[in-house]
C-alpha cells in the first residue's frame, strides 16, 4: 500500500489554515491542558479515597462514576468508531475492499470480543491465584494448631483442662464475634431482599474476593484501552499543522481525559492497588496524550498523514480503541455499578445516576461538534 500523499477536496481546503508556527505553540498549550486535566482527574479518587466526600463507597463517587461512564461511552461511540469509519471509507483508499465492507465495525467487534476473553481470562487466573494463597494460609494455620496441640499433652492434666478450657473459649469468642460481624454485613446488604440475608453470610468472604478481584482486572483493562486511543488521538494532534484543528481539540481532549482519568482513577481506588503501584498506573495514563502531541509533533515534517498506509493504520487502531472502550464503559463500568445490589436498594441513587450517566454521554457527544 502506497504511503504516498492523496490530497482530495477536504484536503486542500485544510490546507488554508495551515501555519506550522501557531501549530507548534498550540501543541504546546495542549500538552500543558492535558497533562493537568488528566493528572487531577485520575489524582481525585486516588487522594480523596480515604476523604468522607469520595470514598469509593460514596454517593459522590458513584455519580461522578456514572457520569464518567457516560463520557467513555460517547468516546467510543461517537468519536472512535466515526474516526475510524471515515478513515476506513476515505476517498483515497481503493475502494475494494476499504468500502465494499464495514471495516470498522468489524474490527470494533473483534477488540470487544477480544476484550470480553481477556477480562474473563484473567479473572479467573487470579482468583485462582487468590484461592492458592488462601489455601496456603490455612495450611500454614493448620500445621501451627497441630503443633499447639502436640504440646499440649506435657503440661500438668490441671492446667491441661484450664488451658484447654480458656483456648477453647477463645476460639468460640473469635468465631462468635467473627460471625457476627458476617452477619451485620449479610443484614445491611440484604435489608432490602428479604431472604438474601442468609445467601449473603454463606458467601460473604468468597465475594468479597471476587469483587476485588473483579476490580483488579477491570482498572487494568481499563487502563490498557484508554491508553491506546489515548496515543493514537495525541499523535493525530501533534502531526497537525492546522491551527484550525487543534484549537477545539484542546478544550474537548481536556474534558475528555478528565473524566476517563476520574474513572480509571476510581477503578484503581477500589482495587486497592499499593500507593507505588497506583501512582505508576495513574502516571502512565496521564502522559500517554501528552505524549503522543510530543511524539507527534517531533515527526511532523517527516509523516504523512494522508497516506494510504496511515490512514489504514489510524482507522484500526481507532477501531480497536472504540471496541475496547465500548465494551468496558457498558460491562465493567454502567451493568458492574447499574445492576447491583446497592443500587437496587437505593431509588434515589438510581434516578440520580441515570441522569448522570445521560448527562456525560451527551455532553461528551456535543464535543464531537467542534472536535
Request: one cysteine or more; a neutral charge.
Amino acid at each position: 500500500m502506497s504511503a504516498t500523499s492523496c490530497v482530495t477536496a477536504g484536503g486542500e481546503a485544510g490546507d488554508a489554515c495551515r501555519d506550522g508556527g501557531a501549530a507548534f505553540l498550540l501543541k504546546m498549550v495542549a500538552i500543558g491542558a492535558i497533562l493537568v486535566a488528566g493528572v487531577a482527574g485520575v489524582a481525585i479518587p486516588l487522594v480523596g479515597r480515604k476523604r468522607r466526600l469520595l470514598r469509593t463507597d460514596g454517593s459522590l463517587f458513584v455519580l461522578a462514576k456514572a457520569f464518567a461512564a457516560g463520557v467513555i461511552l460517547a468516546t467510543g461511540f461517537v468519536h472512535m468508531l466515526h474516526d475510524a469509519q471515515t478513515a476506513l471509507t476515505d476517498p483515497c483508499l481503493p475502494e475494494s475492499p476499504w468500502r465494499r465492507f464495514p471495516f470498522s465495525g468489524f474490527v470494533a467487534m473483534l477488540a470487544a470480543l477480544g476484550t470480553l476473553v481477556v477480562d474473563f481470562v484473567s479473572t479467573q487466573l487470579y482468583e485462582r491465584k487468590h484461592h492458592d494463597e488462601q489455601m496456603g494460609l490455612k495450611a500454614a494455620s493448620a500445621a501451627v494448631a497441630a503443633a499447639s496441640d502436640s504440646i499440649v499433652p506435657m503440661m500438668p492434666e490441671a492446667d491441661s483442662e484450664a488451658g484447654r478450657g480458656k483456648a477453647g473459649m477463645h476460639i468460640v469468642g473469635i468465631h462468635a464475634h467473627a460471625a457476627e460481624h458476617r452477619h451485620s454485613h449479610a443484614h445491611e446488604r440484604g435489608a432490602c431482599a428479604g431472604g438474601q440475608a442468609h445467601h449473603d453470610h454463606a458467601y460473604h468472604d468468597e465475594g468479597h474476593v471476587s469483587s476485588h478481584v473483579r476490580h483488579v482486572v477491570v482498572s487494568q483493562i481499563l487502563e490498557l484501552g484508554i491508553v491506546s486511543h489515548s496515543v493514537i488521538i495525541g499523535l493525530s494532534v501533534g502531526v497537525s499543522q492546522s491551527p484550525c484543528t487543534i484549537r477545539p481539540l484542546i478544550a474537548a481532549l481536556s474534558f475528555h481525559q478528565f473524566f476517563e482519568g476520574f474513572a480509571l482513577g476510581g477503578c484503581i481506588s477500589q482495587a486497592q492497588f499499593k500507593n507505588a503501584a497506583a501512582a505508576a498506573m495513574a502516571c502512565f495514563f496521564a502522559i500517554t496524550t501528552p505524549g503522543g502531541v510530543a511524539a507527534g509533533a517531533a515527526v511532523a515534517r517527516q509523516f504523512n498523514a494522508s497516506s494510504p498506509r496511515a490512514l489504514v493504520v489510524e482507522g484500526i487502531l481507532d477501531a480497536v480503541s472504540a471496541g475496547i472502550l465500548i465494551y468496558m464503559a457498558l460491562v465493567d463500568l454502567i451493568a458492574a455499578d447499574f445492576l447491583s445490589h446497592r443500587m437496587r436498594c437505593n431509588f434515589r441513587m438510581q434516578v440520580a445516576s441515570y441522569v448522570a450517566l445521560f448527562l456525560g454521554a451527551a455532553s461528551m457527544s456535543s464535543l464531537a461538534t467542534w472536535a
